[in-house]
């Protein structure tokens, strides 16, 4: 335990996620031995962010707008949404440039043992963007492992009456990876959609 700031700046930085004590110490430390200025800088960046970051009123994606820029781009396929659990998920897949539709933020993923379900995500706002008839695909890109799996099953589950083409994500094993080391989900998911291998 130290004194007074230097504890409750170690105590305010283990709360974030993925930083235990010792990584919080650390991470004092450094801000401790670093320049002023960049304290200062590091200071005002997360004021800015806490009182201009919102959520997009459409799909709740991180915007400092109302809407969010993929919401507000004209060049959008309006045609297709493509439903993430989180914000990062957005710009994981913005960076590959192949998808040009629109998003649908969840917050998070159905999970009973740490008491999020249905309720707790955005899917009854996708329900009522579902009902503008311009949506013709809705693609489930949520993560590859049990929850984000229950989740893309309930989506669909829900969405089966509604004439939408309901696609999900191709995943599978890594290149370089051993069969030995894959979880049964992606091992499952390699074996569903594997493809067929013509001969020479």
């Avoid at 799909?59 to 439903?83: H, L, S």
Wanted: proline share 4%; aromatic share 4%; glycine share 8%.
């Amino acid at each position: 335990m130290y004194e007074g700031p230097i504890q409750e700046l170690i105590d305010e930085l283990g709360r974030l996620p993925g930083i235990g004590p010792k990584s919080a110490q650390r991470i004092a430390f450094h801000l401790l031995q670093t320049d002023k200025a960049d304290v200062e800088k590091l200071a005002q960046a997360l004021v800015t962010v806490a009182e201009k970051v919102r959520f997009c009123d459409v799909c709740f994606n991180i915007a400092e707008e109302a809407t969010c820029r993929v919401c507000r781009d004209p060049r959008r396929d309006r045609t297709v949404i493509c439903v993430v659990e989180e914000s990062k998920d957005v710009a994981a897949i913005e960076r590959t440039r192949e998808f040009r539709g629109l998003y649908h933020v969840l917050g998070g993923a159905i999970s009973p043992i740490d008491h999020v379900g249905p309720a707790d995500l955005h899917i009854a706002e996708l329900l009522r963007r579902l009902q503008d008839s311009s949506v013709t695909e809705v693609i489930l890109a949520t993560d590859p492992n049990l929850e984000g799996e229950a989740t893309a099953t309930f989506i669909a589950r829900m969405l089966a009456s509604t004439g939408i083409t309901v696609s999900r994500l191709a995943s599978g094993l890594p290149v370089g990876g051993d069969l030995e080391y894959a979880d049964e989900v992606t091992l499952g998911r390699a074996f569903s959609g594997r493809r067929r291998v013509a001969g020479d």
